[in-house]
């Protein structure tokens, strides 16, 4: 199952995800990253999976549900210092999963 | 090396709940904060105890596969990225705060509790653990130890290196030893202690340390004061010191830092004639506070100082603070399509205003816009390199900066590197700064290296070259 990468790419300037400067506060105040100590179910590792699949690299369901388990709290949206809109972005990527899965 | 032998014996022991093959959350551990070029792990593993961190060392040593330890990934020079196929050792469960000992001075705490965490809970008991990165919010235990941390406090606290007392430690041979002491005065044979810890994880995984604790202070008062010579504002500080003060924090924030605040948060003006800004904390008892106050305002006006403000009120401390605490996120949001690289060199205080002035004469040189602050108590300077990462040009320009920063540090009596480290981007930097100090040292590191790692399999290309 792969998203269409047309509309991730559109997601990751939509969010100018690029900005992320990998600094990681975000991680430290995720709840799912708390509760599982796995990178993908945190902000930081959500965003580069977004990022990655923007770039045609391929993730498997364990990892979509890295995406999917995002309770779009907002915690790190707060601690961004790049003021990326992670919550929105990663809800945006999560609609298109859905969408894509249902097709 | 024979990686499917590996993976197989790994396998047996570890759970798979603790090892991660999947490509993209591979992927994950590809970087760190650091421009330094992006590798892919072969495997992650994730070890809850030292046991499980022994016992995959042992097996990574048998088949030669290379290992990385890794923790919050905000290194800045490319300690944790895993080269040449390597496996990372993911040490963020470990993440238990064990034992706060207020009679015996202490914190023992396991290496994946982030360095806010750890204080969160010793202000429970009126303490503080002092080395304050400015990325402890993300910043671990571990991964500060390994890297030799310091931050703001550092003038009057020292570095991470001056508050650890012993460390469970997993050599690259995959034996667990405990080094240095739980007491304060240790001089147990010689102090390897002291070898693990800044060698970013090339000397050893440390899995849980005794770190020295302190009271927090009684009181704290925050002066603030405007400069129109960076030289005069250099000059303060030399005369704070001079007069016997030792303040919690002394910052530096260069006209260009002052720029980009105010054009990120409305609130935030400064004098336009002023080319730099000092924020300088005092601690103390809350009756010596006046007289602080009193010696420090004449201190400042007497180096030039002007619109000197002090307060010990939470939110008008807050308020003066927003200068240096609004920087990094307006330099990330200022400069879109741009990147910040946060350089990091020390000078010794009186050579400041030539570091600084070298500074602006580096960035010209190149046509990379540098924004300035620091740490100026113990006078290390963080130039924040602005570059775009999709310009070949760009890049290339900020590995020159980066390099003539050094060297010029170096020049002045410094060092290349005052907390973040070497990693990757800053290895020939140290060669250039043992050639000043004597080429040999670099020998005595190989060896001590290949006397920790035989095989070369902890962190490999990290710090020094042993080939
Ligand atoms: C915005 C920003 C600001 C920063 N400001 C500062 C600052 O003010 N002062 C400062 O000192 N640094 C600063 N840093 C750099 C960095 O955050 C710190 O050095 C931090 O302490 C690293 O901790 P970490 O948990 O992220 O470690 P990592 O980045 O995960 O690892 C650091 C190094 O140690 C090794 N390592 C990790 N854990 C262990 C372990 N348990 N045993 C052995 N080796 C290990 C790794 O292989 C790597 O080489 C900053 C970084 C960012 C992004
Ligand atoms: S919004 Fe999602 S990613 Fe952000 S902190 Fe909450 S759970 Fe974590
Ligand atoms: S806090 Fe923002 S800039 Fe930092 S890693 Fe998270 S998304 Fe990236």
Redesign the interface.
Known sequence: MILINDQVKLLVEKY?L??C?????C???CPTYAAT????HGP??RI??II?LSQG????S??YD?LLSCLNCRACNQ?C???IEIAEAIHDAKVLLIRSALK | MDFEAFRAEVKRIMDSSKIIESRGELMLYSYDASPAEPAIPRMVIQPETTNEVSEVIKLANKYLIPIVPSSGRTSLHGGPIPYNGAVVLDLMRMNKILEVNLEDSYVHVEVGVRLDELNAELARYGYFFPPDPASSAAATVGGSLANGAGGMRGAKYGTVKDWVLGAEVVLPTGEPVFMGCRTLKCRAGYDLLSLVIGSEGTLGVITNAYLKIWPLPEAIVRLRAYFRDVVDAARAVGMVKAKGFRPLIVEFLDRGTMEAVSGYVKEFTYPRDSEAMLIIDLDGPPEAMKRYIDSMVNILKGAGGYGIEWTSDKDEMDRIYMARRAAYPALLRLFSGMRVMPEDISVPPSRLPEAVKGIGSIASKYGLKIVTWGHVGDGNLHPNIIYNPNDQSSVSKLYSVSKELGLMAINLGGTVSSEHGIGVLKKDLLTSELEVKGIAQLRLMKAIKRVFDPNNILNPGKVIDID
């Open positions: 100018s690029a900005r400067a990998r600094c990681n506060f991680e430290s105040v100590r796995r990178r993908v930081r590792g580069w999976l990655y690299i391929d993730v498997n364990d990892e890295g601690v210092p790049a003021g």
